[in-house]
């Protein structure tokens, strides 16, 4: 609505009739409003799409040797130090995505998320390997 420019005059404003321009205003930002909220939404759940289609399914089995990743919090952690513990076998696997483990080395029993495991890969092996020994060269 406009407003008169005088003060004395503010009690005759007619506010029965509204400016068809201003109406026009309101019904197009309304329908601008919508439209943004509409797209957010859309764009939300594109994003989400494209978010979870980069996780990896892990299918973990009972008796499967997992490493743990160590998520404590330091501040200065070394370069060449291992974030993975273990190795681990799996004892129970529950619905939710918990699973359940136990240590090789003390024998503990604990359930943790299976975002934090992953599967242990035997390094190769030492048996086969030939020792050569170097001669100092003759000069």
Request: proline fraction near 4%; aromatic fraction near 10%; glycine fraction near 4%.
């Amino acid at each position: 609505m406009k407003y008169p420019d005088e003060p004395d005059s503010l009690c005759t404003v007619s506010i029965i009739e509204p400016n068809v321009q201003e109406v026009f205003e309101l019904d197009c930002q309304n329908k601008l409003e919508e439209d943004f909220l509409d797209n957010l939404e859309i764009e939300d759940k594109e994003t989400k799409v494209f978010h979870y289609a980069r996780f990896s399914k892990k299918n973990f089995t009972v008796g499967q040797k997992v490493l743990l990743h160590h998520s404590k919090l330091k501040f200065f952690p070394g370069k060449l130090r291992s974030r993975w513990l273990g190795p681990h076998v799996i004892t129970k696997i529950f619905a939710n995505g918990a699973v359940e483990i136990q240590s090789l080395k003390t024998n503990n029993t604990f359930k943790v998320n299976d975002h934090q495991l992953k599967e242990y890969r035997k390094g190769f092996q030492t048996e086969h390997v030939e020792i050569m020994d170097l001669e100092n060269p003759i000069l």
